[in-house]
């Protein structure tokens, strides 16, 4: 028994998820990529050459089974400690035992994104040395999460959510298996394909409603499952990967047009806790970087609804960005403006920053006024269709084009109006040519 578990429960007062832990990889639902005969995971396993590994997967989908496999199959010593609760000194402790017994030992962690670097940093001697074997469990990016040594000395799997096939085979294996609810529970086939629905490819969630169900009434209908499971448990975490990969989706949905997909995946973020604000902050940037100038009313739409939110907060903010979302999604595109802004600002960083011209200086004392600041700046106003043909930049940028309008939306407007410019202009260069 590791040093962190207290005695086990009695088989008949463990959790039915507990119960129903897989025995053998022939007993494993999902994960077929790990599991199955011919994967490179199981190949290891059984013959004994699993080197470190960090599973990485979300919730209910079998990293701590997998990990008990191992043990099992290697016939190892296995210890597993929780990151939220061990310490320096409790891996010190495994280690030290591991490396006077001499005897195969698993070290299992886990939720490993939870220990800090020092707490990573103790086990690394042991896990370069061979002293134990780490298995690490977690649910978020381990790239992010695991410092690059301990990350580089293992090898990473990632496991997926359960296909609802699958979920609907674990709940059907525990209602009859002796191990679980053995015959004793009968279920509609709705209940069993709601219950199927809830548990959102999460194993142990979908067991752990069942056992709930089960508690109430031995015969199982979609009113025992209302009744008992008030609504899904919504997968997100705002601070981890999930967060970026749910912002990216919406972002890209909008800029693709499919408004459907855009308020989904804005449902998605709202209804698992992201702060509506963020939201509106990057509404307001897909108005500027991916519609701009081809719909200026996106950016007013943007900020209006950024000011709703904040004005009347959630849930009711949570339509005004709805109204936001849907219309940059619907909004003609063009990222000209992005792609001017970016040129621009690329020109400042790698060319000469070369003083302003000084016809377009401003001239407040008598000073400048002497050395010719705004000397020959042409007040556009005075020229027929407020339009002169100056000098406005440096000559080492004199010549660069940044922003090139698109021929969509309000932009092909813009577009007429910058050709009349540039006639403008290059007929006053040539007027200055003939000087």
Known sequence: MSLFEEEAAPAGLAPLAARMRPRT?????????????????????????????????????????LAELVASVSKSKFERVSAVSAGVADLRRITESAR???????????EIHRFNK???????????????????ATTENPS???????????????????EDDEIRRVLECALTDDRGLDNQVKIEEAALAALVNLANGDARSGLNMLELCAAISD???VDVVSSAVQQRSILYDKNGEQHFDLISALHKSVRGSDVDASLYWLARMLMGGEDPLYLARRVVRMASEDVGLADPRALEIAISAQQAVHFIGMPEGALALAQAVAYMALAPKSNALYSAYKAAATDVERTRNDPVPIHLRN???RLMSDLGYGEGYKYAHE????????????ESVANHEYYVPTDRGWEARVRE???QIQHIYAEGAKNEDKR
């Open 25 to 65: 990889f022939d007993e494993f639902y999902g994960q077929r990529h790990i599991v199955a005969p011919d994967a490179v995971f199981r190949r290891a396993v059984e013959a004994d050459k699993l080197s470190s590994a960090i599973l990485w997967g979300p919730p209910g989908v079998g990293k701590t089974t």
């Open 417 to 419: 109006r910058m050709a």
């Open 383 to 394: 020229y027929e269709g407020g339009v002169v043909a100056q000098v406005n930049r440096p």
């Open 118 to 136: 020092g707490q990573q940093d103790a086990i690394l001697p042991f896990v370069e040395d061979g002293t134990v074997r780490l298995i690490g």
């Open 363 to 365: 001239a407040p004392t």
């Open 144 to 162: 992010f999460e695991v410092n690059p040594a301990l990350l580089s000395r293992c090898r990473v799997f990632v496991l997926t959510a359960l």
């Open 100 to 110: 006077l017994s001499r005897r195969k030992t698993i070290l299992f962690v886990d």
């Open 219 to 221: 015969e199982i209908s």
